[in-house]
């Protein structure tokens, strides 16, 4: 079997196995794995942004907002029905990132992470500011009348379950293609040497520009996708931590790996979920664990797997 071959099995197999655990997760763990399909494809997202451009953004939370307030706002105020609502909030993911891109991306390094988080920043105290609308750091919560797509009740556990499963089979599987077309590998050329690749003729900043675009939009498709299946758009999503978040997901399961996000992602929930039911002080346990994972696994589980096991692991 080729390698190109093995890695489509390989991230097949994972989606495959996803819908298995559809039929035998008792409920709380069937809740639990809805949420994280959702959260690792916003970290997919980042992946392609971080882990294949080399460019470390601060302010993804920005995007990941863009899209829930843009399907949410769409339903409360608009009368949207559930597909354009979703549709608005990839065009708002999708314009936000762009417009952010074309400033951000006249700076490099840790002018582009001030940058990004500036511009994050400043779009959860617009939500703040307008808060008539927005209900502040309150949010406002979507009805279940207003959660049924193509005559399909989101509300329903397991219709939730296989949407989330849809949404990360496709940015997987996505990503899974970028990478092994020749834009995805000039992608990671920038990352690797950007000089390098302007002498050999590419557009740099179009390709970073367009890695942006196509990162916050998945994104965004993320962010509106968790307010429709679980009935809730908030502020503390636009906030400082759903920055860090994406990343901390990324490095943990190996930046630049198309599994790693959700491995990072998978990781991360259950270690603090697990450490939280022990005691209250369930961060220092986490904290302790990631510096241990970083001390003896630097580049990520699927990192180190990839270094270790299978050179060739996408």
Same mark, same amino acid.
């Given at each position: 079997?080729?390698?190109?071959?093995?890695?489509?099995?390989?991230?097949?197999?994972?989606?495959?196995?996803?819908?298995?655990?559809?039929?035998?997760?008792?409920?709380?763990?069937?809740?639990?794995?809805?949420?994280?399909?959702?959260?690792?494809?916003?970290?997919?997202?980042?992946?392609?942004?971080?882990?294949?451009?080399?460019?470390?953004?601060?302010?993804?939370?920005?995007?990941?907002?863009?899209?829930?307030?843009?399907?949410?706002?769409?339903?409360?105020?608009?009368?949207?029905?559930?597909?354009?609502?979703?549709?608005?909030?990839?065009?708002?993911?999708?314009?936000? =990132? @762009?417009?952010? *891109?074309?400033? #951000?991306?006249?700076?490099? %390094?840790?002018? $582009?992470?001030?940058?990004?988080?500036? +511009? !994050?920043?400043?779009?959860?105290?617009?939500?703040?500011?307008?808060?008539?609308?927005?209900?502040?750091?309150?949010?406002?919560?979507?009805?279940?009348?207003?959660?049924?797509?193509?005559?399909?009740?989101?509300?329903?556990?397991?219709?939730?379950?296989?949407?989330?499963?849809?949404?990360?089979?496709?940015?997987?599987?996505?990503?899974?293609?970028?990478?092994?077309?020749?834009?995805?590998?000039?992608?990671?050329?920038?990352?690797?040497?950007?000089?390098?690749?302007?002498?050999?003729?590419?557009?740099?900043?179009?390709?970073?520009?367009?890695?942006?675009?196509? =990162? @916050?939009?998945? *994104?965004?498709? #993320?962010?509106?996708?968790? %307010?429709?299946? $679980?009935?809730?758009?908030?502020?503390? +999503? !636009?906030?400082?931590?759903?920055?860090?978040?994406?990343?901390?997901?990324?490095?943990?399961?190996?930046?630049?790996?198309?599994?790693?996000?959700?491995?990072?992602?998978?990781?991360?929930?259950?270690?603090?979920?697990?450490?939280?039911?022990?005691?209250?002080?369930?961060?220092?346990?986490?904290?302790?664990?990631?510096?241990?994972?970083?001390?003896?696994?630097?580049?990520?589980?699927?990192?180190?797997?990839?270094?270790?096991?299978?050179?060739?692991?996408?």
């Amino acid at each position: 079997m080729s390698g190109g071959a093995r890695a489509f099995a390989l991230h097949g197999g994972l989606i495959v196995l996803l819908f298995v655990l559809q039929f035998v997760l008792p409920a709380y763990h069937h809740g639990n794995l809805a949420r994280i399909m959702v959260l690792a494809s916003y970290a997919v997202g980042y992946n392609i942004l971080f882990g294949y451009t080399g460019l470390l953004s601060l302010g993804h939370a920005l995007f990941f907002a863009a899209g829930m307030y843009g399907m949410g706002l769409g339903i409360q105020h608009l009368g949207l029905t559930p597909a354009p609502a979703l549709l608005l909030g990839l065009v708002a993911g999708a314009v936000v =990132s @762009g417009g952010l *891109a074309l400033l #951000a991306l006249r700076t490099t %390094g840790v002018a $582009f992470m001030i940058v990004t988080l500036m +511009f !994050a920043q400043a779009g959860y105290l617009t939500i703040l500011y307008f808060g008539e609308y927005t209900r502040g750091d309150e949010g406002f919560v979507i009805q279940q009348a207003q959660r049924v797509l193509w005559g399909i009740d989101l509300s329903d556990a397991g219709n939730r379950y296989f949407a989330a499963l849809i949404l990360f089979g496709t940015c997987l599987m996505a990503s899974l293609w970028l990478v092994r077309v020749p834009f995805g590998k000039v992608l990671v050329a920038i990352r690797e040497n950007e000089e390098r690749v302007r002498m050999l003729g590419y557009d740099i900043f179009v390709h970073k520009l367009a890695a942006m675009i196509i =990162s @916050g939009t998945i *994104a965004a498709a #993320a962010g509106a996708s968790y %307010g429709l299946l $679980f009935g809730y758009a908030g502020a503390s +999503f !636009a906030s400082v931590q759903y920055s860090i978040f994406p990343l901390l997901w990324v490095l943990l399961g190996g930046a630049g790996t198309v599994l790693g996000p959700f491995i990072g992602t998978l990781f991360m929930f259950y270690l603090i979920d697990l450490s939280s039911g022990v005691t209250t002080a369930y961060m220092l346990i986490a904290g302790v664990a990631l510096v241990l994972l970083t001390l003896f696994a630097p580049q990520g589980l699927m990192g180190e797997l990839r270094r270790r096991v299978w050179r060739g692991l996408p």
